[in-house]
C-alpha cells in the first residue's frame, strides 16, 4: 500500500483541493482520496509527502513511437518534404537491430515516466514497446503497425501481422493492451485496409490509423494523384482515385469505426468531422507535430463541439524532439485546468479507457503524477515529475536532494 500527500490535489472529474492525499491499496487501485485530515494513513504502509507539488492522474499520451527514441537526437526534423522524410526514417529504421529498438523502447517509456506520463498509444512495427511495456510493467495500448502499399502483397502483409500478433498477444495485461494500426493510405491497399479491419473485428483488437496527416494525403486517396501516387508508380503499384476524402475513404474500409484513434486528423472538412462523429472514433491530435511538418492545424474545437473524444499526442521524438505533453497542450491552445483534462480524462476517454484511469476516483487505477507547483500555470520549460505511479507501483522518483 502505498499513501501520498501533496499540496494541492487535482482528481479532474472533482474539483481540485488544497492538502490532500491519495490511498492505494493492494492492489494498485485508490482506496481514498480526499483531504489529508480524511484520508487513512495505515501504520507502516510507504508514504510520501510533497507539500510543494500537486498531485493529479498520470498522463495519457495518444500518440507515440517510443521505439524510434534513438533517433531523436541526429535525425531531427528538418527535411522540407513529407515524402523524402519518410523515406529517411525508413532507412534509419532499417539499420536499427531488434536489440537497439527494445532499448530505445526503454529509454522511451522511462522519458514518458520521467515526465508524469503512465499511459501511451503507441503505433509501432517491431513489437520492442510491447515487450518493454511487459518487461517493466507499463501502462499501454501497442499497435502493431501494418503495411502494404500492393494489392498483390495483402495476403503477404496478413501473414506477417498474425504471425507477429500472436506471440504478442501473450504479453497482454491489464494494463498493456495491443491493437493494430494498419498505417496510413499511401501505405496500405484498399483490400489490406479491409483484411486488417476484419482480423481487429475477429480478435477483439482496437484499431490506431495515420489519417488526413497531410495535403499530399488526401491529394492521393481523392484524385489519385500528386507525391504519393508518383512514387508508388514507379514502383510499379496501381493507385486509383478514390473521389472521397482520406476519412471517408477509411469508414467506407471498415476502419475507421466505433473506437478508432485517428491520429492527426488535420485535412478534415465539416462533413469528416460529423462522419467521425457517427461512427464514434476519437482522434489523437498532435499540434507540433503537425506545425512540425507544416501540415496545418487540426480544428480541435469543431472536434470538441461535436463531442469527438480528443486526446494529445507527441507522435515521435524524430518529428517534435521531445515528448512533452504540455507543451502539446500548449500548441493546442490550452492552458490551466483545460490542459490537465485534456491531458488525463479526455485522453483516458480517447483511448477508450476513461473507466479505469484519467482521474482520481476510488476504484480507478493509481496512475498517478506529482509536479511541482508551477508546472500547470507555467509548463515551459518542461517540468520533471517528482512522482510518477502506475497502478500503485512507483515507477519515477526524485530523491530529496
Ligand atoms: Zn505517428
Known amino acids: 500500500m502505498l499513501r501520498i500527500r501533496a ?33 487513512p494513513a495505515p501504520a507502516g504502509i510507504q508514504a510520501r509527502q510533497f507539500p510543494d507539488a500537486e498531485l493529479m492522474p498520470g498522463l495519457v499520451n ?20 513529407f515524402l523524402t522524410w519518410i523515406r529517411r526514417i525508413r532507412e534509419l529504421k532499417d539499420a536499427t537491430s531488434a536489440e537497439a529498438f527494445y532499448a530505445a523502447a526503454v529509454a522511451g517509456i522511462r522519458d514518458c515516466w520521467a515526465r ?13 514497446v510491447m515487450r518493454a511495456l511487459h518487461d517493466l510493467r507499463g501502462r499501454g495500448i501497442v499497435y502493431h503497425e501494418v503495411f502494404g502499399p500492393d494489392p498483390a502483397q495483402c495476403s503477404a502483409s496478413m501473414a506477417e501481422l498474425e504471425a507477429t500478433v500472436r506471440p504478442l498477444r501473450r504479453l497482454e495485461a491489464p494494463q498493456l493492451r495491443l491493437g493494430v494500426s494498419p498505417h496510413a493510405p499511401y501505405t496500405v491497399s484498399a483490400p489490406l485496409y479491409e483484411a486488417v ?3 481487429a473485428r475477429l480478435e ?32 510499379g503499384i496501381m493507385v486509383q482515385p478514390q473521389h472521397c476524402s482520406p476519412v471517408a475513404y477509411l469508414v467506407q474500409r471498415g476502419v475507421v469505426q ?8 488535420v485535412q478534415v472538412d465539416d462533413s469528416d468531422v460529423a462522419l467521425l462523429r457517427k461512427v464514434g472514433a476519437s482522434v489523437a491530435h498532435c499540434p507540433r507535430s503537425n506545425a512540425g511538418h507544416r501540415h496545418g492545424r487540426a480544428p480541435l474545437a469543431e472536434f470538441r463541439t461535436a463531442g469527438i473524444p480528443v486526446g494529445l499526442g507527441t507522435d515521435s521524438v524524430v518529428s517534435v ?19 490537465l483534462r485534456a491531458l488525463t480524462i479526455e485522453g ?54
Open 7 to 39: 499540496g494541492r490535489v487535482h482528481p479532474v472529474t472533482a474539483p481540485s483541493f488544497e492538502d490532500g492525499a491519495v490511498l492505494v491499496d493492494a492492489n494498485g487501485r485508490i482506496a481514498a482520496v480526499g483531504p489529508n485530515n480524511r484520508v
Open 62 to 81: 495518444c500518440h507515440t513511437h517510443l521505439e524510434l527514441t534513438h533517433l531523436g537526437g541526429g535525425a531531427k526534423h528538418d527535411e522540407p518534404e
Open 116 to 128: 508524469g506520463v503512465t499511459c501511451v498509444a503507441e503505433t509501432g512495427s517491431t513489437g520492442a
Open 197 to 199: 479491419a476484419e482480423f
Open 204 to 235: 477483439h483488437l482496437p484499431i490506431a490509423v495515420h489519417v488526413a496527416e497531410s495535403k499530399e494525403e488526401t491529394t492521393f486517396v481523392r484524385d489519385g494523384d500528386g507525391p504519393f501516387a508518383t512514387a508508388l508508380r514507379a514502383r
Open 258 to 265: 466505433r473506437g478508432t484513434v485517428c491520429i492527426h486528423s
Open 321 to 339: 524532439g521531445d515528448l512533452d505533453l504540455w507543451a502539446e497542450a500548449g500548441a493546442a491552445g490550452l492552458s490551466g485546468n483545460d490542459a
Open 348 to 401: 483516458a476517454r480517447a483511448l477508450g479507457w476513461e473507466t479505469e484511469i484519467g482521474s482520481l476516483d476510488v476504484g480507478k487505477a493509481a496512475d498517478l503524477a506529482v509536479f511541482p507547483f508551477a508546472a500547470l500555470r507555467r509548463p515551459s520549460p518542461p517540468f520533471a515529475a517528482q512522482l510518477t505511479v502506475v497502478r500503485g507501483q512507483i515507477v519515477h522518483q526524485i530523491s530529496a536532494p
